[in-house]
Every structure is written in structure tokens, then in C-alpha cells.
């Protein structure tokens, strides 16, 4: 399973993006997806989850900026950020759960200047 993410790049602060990261090609419904993200020299995070039920997961320091969605069709999953701040600015990656396995995309850049 491969997963393609998209969408990061640099935006100025209070501003807004939308990472996408999809598995072309496959027919798999996954478990979960979702998207983690890592600053230099620091940690992965998680950032946001989402099961195929539409249940949510979020960070506390995206609460209420940032909102994941998926299409289970695709399959896909999108994140929405917005009132971007300098702290958001990592490689964000996307993730994908199914039968207990853990896929992963290849990040995406996200910076927020101030």
C-alpha cells in the first residue's frame, strides 16, 4: 500500500492550507488514517485521526483550527488548517491502519513564517 501526500508549502501566519494523501489504486478500506507531524529536533506527533466511522481524533494544539475528513471511496484523507502559526510548521506525514498494520506516506513541508 502506498500512500501520496500533497498539499504542504509556506504560508504566512493566520493563513491556511489542505493536505491531501491518498492510495491510489487501492481498494482496501483502511481502519483508520490519519496525519502525525514532526519538527526539526523534535518528536513525531500525532496531529489528527480519523476511523472509518468518522470518528475524530485531534491534538490539543489544533483544536479547533485544524479539521480532517476522508473518503473512504478513494480512499483518502484530507486535513484542513487554518489560523496557521509558526508552531505548525513541520514535515507532516500520513498514516493509514488496517488489520492492526501501520502504512506510511511520505511527509509533507509545511511552513508557517511569521
Known amino acids: 500500500v502506498q500512500l501520496q501526500a500533497s498539499g504542504g508549502g509556506l504560508v504566512q501566519t493566520g493563513g491556511s492550507l489542505r493536505l491531501s494523501c491518498a492510495a491510489p489504486g487501492n481498494i482496501v478500506s483502511f481502519d483508520a488514517m490519519g496525519w502525525y507531524r514532526q519538527a526539526p529536533g523534535k518528536e513525531r506527533e500525532l496531529v489528527a485521526t480519523?476511523?472509518?466511522?468518522?470518528?475524530?481524533n485531534y491534538a490539543d494544539s489544533v483544536k479547533g483550527r485544524f479539521t480532517i475528513s476522508r473518503d473512504n471511496n478513494l480512499p483518502a484523507v484530507y486535513l484542513e488548517m487554518t489560523s496557521l502559526k509558526p508552531e505548525d510548521t513541520a514535515g507532516y506525514s500520513c498514516?493509514?491502519?488496517?488489520?492492526?498494520?501501520?502504512?506510511w506516506g511520505e511527509g509533507t513541508l509545511v511552513t508557517v513564517s511569521s
Open positions: 498514516w493509514a491502519s488496517i488489520a492492526g498494520m501501520d502504512y
Open positions: 480519523i476511523t472509518s466511522g468518522r470518528s475524530t
